[in-house]
């Protein structure tokens, strides 16, 4: 019986990695807009902000990008 | 050879069945956690999930290749053994969406396959060790990889995203959820709706209706995408209400870690190799999503169900293929009264299911008062031992009352 460690620990590896990473860009981006929305409450403007939140947003939805073309190559 | 082609029609339209069930029992994989947080509403969520199982599709055949060019060896399979895993794995799938339980159905898939080859041609038809490295062990770490992903996301969203509050932020994980819950409504089509599509094909390869080593006919992938497409609408709301509500109580922001958790494990494990099953990667990361915030509870009772669930799907489908494929070899008798008992007992737990409607319109509501699922289950019992031949009753219960073990124990806990 041949177990495949090196794929089943790339598999954690990757999934981790990746999920976190994910996740804490998008928690960032969010932050980011919600600084937004504070600053605008308070009549001030929060472009550093605001413009982090987009390239971060603009990452995930590269990664989900690429997420759907591994889709289409090979299920 | 009238009688060849009858058969097979069969198998066409088990096979349409199965990945219908397969598509309402998945439902919840997808969008259990959307519907739970209310990212989404319920119907709009089923809708979404629909469409983009329907999509997938489309996209490729590669899976559906690997199942019907090579994986078995086409001349020895005749189309009903392949009706007799169907059957098998319908069973099992419409027993565990009673109980509202999440389970695989490519392990009730595999395990009807196993148990109709076994009856069919033997013990020494089934490689154990392949069962070991291409069931149990990613069965295992599934919800491992995905559960640990999940916690520690969800750790990280709330320690670093404690000043994103407000309508924006609110918007946001909105947003993320549905995303990420649209990326493995897409992957489950491909994957799962071209199973189907690989089965069919190997029956008409096995019956003759298609020359070996060809692609699935453009019939047969509209159907299969169409008949998941149509399951996964219908929803399962019993099993969307377990995973979503019945595990844990999941925030928006646990709910965007979960799906993202998943939908990641998802897409890594078919990319690299070592696939893991969809059902088993969402509940981990429920989980793991429901462990990572302080203060969050995972209900233990419920999980331990879903484990035990886990463990009998592959035997329990296997037992009731073996039934049925010992019934078909009678002759054509045999596979009418297998046909038979299967719409019979498909109808026996649509009706006893309707005892207890859960749907759009109740399925956030938290679990459901102790007792209903133990009385369910005994009540469940009796209809497939009153319906036909000894040979399948000895099979039916055998799940059905191991499931029931450890819930007259659960309720209590349950109820929290």
Same mark, same amino acid.
């Given at each position: 019986m041949k177990i495949d460690w090196a794929a089943l620990g790339s598999v954690f590896g990757v999934s981790l990695a990746v999920?976190? !990473?994910?996740?804490?860009?998008?928690? +960032?981006?969010?932050? !980011? +807009?919600? #600084?937004?929305? #504070?600053?605008?409450?308070?009549?001030?403007?929060?472009? +550093?902000?605001?413009? !982090?939140?987009?390239?971060c947003f603009a990452a995930c939805a590269a990664a989900v990008a690429y997420g759907i073309s591994l889709i289409m190559t090979k299920a | 050879m009238e009688n060849f082609s009858l058969i097979l029609a069969i198998v066409v339209v088990t096979a349409l069945a199965f990945d219908f069930t397969n598509g309402f029992h998945d439902t919840a994989n997808a969008m259990a956690t959307t519907i739970s947080t209310g990212a989404l509403k319920p119907k709009v969520a089923v809708a979404m999930s629909a469409v983009l199982n329907l999509a997938g599709a489309f996209l490729s055949v590669e899976v559906a290749n690997t199942i019907s060019k090579g994986l078995v060896d086409e001349t020895g399979i005749r189309p009903e053994v392949i009706f007799a895993a169907l059957v098998g794995a319908i069973l099992w799938n419409l027993l565990t969406w009673l109980v509202g339980l999440p389970s695989s159905s490519s392990h009730a898939l595999m395990g009807g396959l196993i148990g109709a080859t076994i009856a069919s041609a033997g013990m020494g038809a089934v490689h154990g060790d392949v069962l070991v490295t291409k069931v149990l062990i990613p069965a295992l770490a599934a919800p491992i990889v995905a559960g640990v992903a999940a916690l520690l996301a969800t750790r990280l969203s709330y320690t670093l995203g404690k000043k994103a509050d407000g309508k924006a932020a609110e918007k946001g994980y909105r947003a993320g959820q549905i995303a990420s819950a649209g990326l493995v409504s897409l992957a489950h089509g491909t994957n799962d709706a071209q199973k189907t599509m690989g089965i069919i094909t190997l029956a008409l390869v096995a019956g003759g209706a298609v020359a070996p080593n060809s692609d699935p006919p453009t019939w047969v992938i509209l159907s299969a995408g169409l008949a998941i497409a149509l399951g996964t609408y219908i929803g399962g709301w019993r099993i969307i209400r377990t995973m979503g509500k019945g595990l844990t109580e999941l925030q928006p922001q646990q709910g965007f870690a979960a799906q993202t958790s998943a939908a990641t494990a998802i897409l890594a494990s078919s990319h690299l190799g070592f696939s893991l099953s969809t059902t088993h990667v969402v509940s981990g990361s429920v989980m793991g999503a429901g462990l990572g915030r302080k203060g969050g509870v995972v209900r233990w009772s419920t999980a331990t169900r879903m484990l035990v669930a886990w463990c009998l799907t592959l035997p329990a489908a296997a037992l009731v293929g073996a039934g049925a494929e010992s019934v078909t070899d009678l002759g054509d008798w045999g596979t009418a009264v297998v046909a038979v008992f299967l719409i019979a007992s498909s109808a026996a737990i649509w009706k006893i299911s309707r005892r207890e409607v859960v749907d759009a319109s109740n399925v956030n509501e938290s679990e459901e008062p102790p007792g209903v699922v133990t009385t369910a289950i005994a009540a469940v019992t009796p209809p497939p031992a009153g319906t036909v031949t000894d040979d399948l009753t000895a099979t039916i219960p055998a799940p059905a009352t191991t499931v029931a073990v450890p819930d007259p124990a659960t309720p209590p806990a349950a109820a929290v």
């Amino acid at each position: 019986m041949k177990i495949d460690w090196a794929a089943l620990g790339s598999v954690f590896g990757v999934s981790l990695a990746v999920t976190v !990473g994910l996740v804490a860009l998008f928690t +960032l981006g969010i932050m !980011g +807009l919600s #600084r937004r929305e #504070r600053a605008v409450a308070q009549g001030n403007s929060a472009t +550093l902000a605001v413009t !982090g939140a987009y390239v971060c947003f603009a990452a995930c939805a590269a990664a989900v990008a690429y997420g759907i073309s591994l889709i289409m190559t090979k299920a | 050879m009238e009688n060849f082609s009858l058969i097979l029609a069969i198998v066409v339209v088990t096979a349409l069945a199965f990945d219908f069930t397969n598509g309402f029992h998945d439902t919840a994989n997808a969008m259990a956690t959307t519907i739970s947080t209310g990212a989404l509403k319920p119907k709009v969520a089923v809708a979404m999930s629909a469409v983009l199982n329907l999509a997938g599709a489309f996209l490729s055949v590669e899976v559906a290749n690997t199942i019907s060019k090579g994986l078995v060896d086409e001349t020895g399979i005749r189309p009903e053994v392949i009706f007799a895993a169907l059957v098998g794995a319908i069973l099992w799938n419409l027993l565990t969406w009673l109980v509202g339980l999440p389970s695989s159905s490519s392990h009730a898939l595999m395990g009807g396959l196993i148990g109709a080859t076994i009856a069919s041609a033997g013990m020494g038809a089934v490689h154990g060790d392949v069962l070991v490295t291409k069931v149990l062990i990613p069965a295992l770490a599934a919800p491992i990889v995905a559960g640990v992903a999940a916690l520690l996301a969800t750790r990280l969203s709330y320690t670093l995203g404690k000043k994103a509050d407000g309508k924006a932020a609110e918007k946001g994980y909105r947003a993320g959820q549905i995303a990420s819950a649209g990326l493995v409504s897409l992957a489950h089509g491909t994957n799962d709706a071209q199973k189907t599509m690989g089965i069919i094909t190997l029956a008409l390869v096995a019956g003759g209706a298609v020359a070996p080593n060809s692609d699935p006919p453009t019939w047969v992938i509209l159907s299969a995408g169409l008949a998941i497409a149509l399951g996964t609408y219908i929803g399962g709301w019993r099993i969307i209400r377990t995973m979503g509500k019945g595990l844990t109580e999941l925030q928006p922001q646990q709910g965007f870690a979960a799906q993202t958790s998943a939908a990641t494990a998802i897409l890594a494990s078919s990319h690299l190799g070592f696939s893991l099953s969809t059902t088993h990667v969402v509940s981990g990361s429920v989980m793991g999503a429901g462990l990572g915030r302080k203060g969050g509870v995972v209900r233990w009772s419920t999980a331990t169900r879903m484990l035990v669930a886990w463990c009998l799907t592959l035997p329990a489908a296997a037992l009731v293929g073996a039934g049925a494929e010992s019934v078909t070899d009678l002759g054509d008798w045999g596979t009418a009264v297998v046909a038979v008992f299967l719409i019979a007992s498909s109808a026996a737990i649509w009706k006893i299911s309707r005892r207890e409607v859960v749907d759009a319109s109740n399925v956030n509501e938290s679990e459901e008062p102790p007792g209903v699922v133990t009385t369910a289950i005994a009540a469940v019992t009796p209809p497939p031992a009153g319906t036909v031949t000894d040979d399948l009753t000895a099979t039916i219960p055998a799940p059905a009352t191991t499931v029931a073990v450890p819930d007259p124990a659960t309720p209590p806990a349950a109820a929290v």
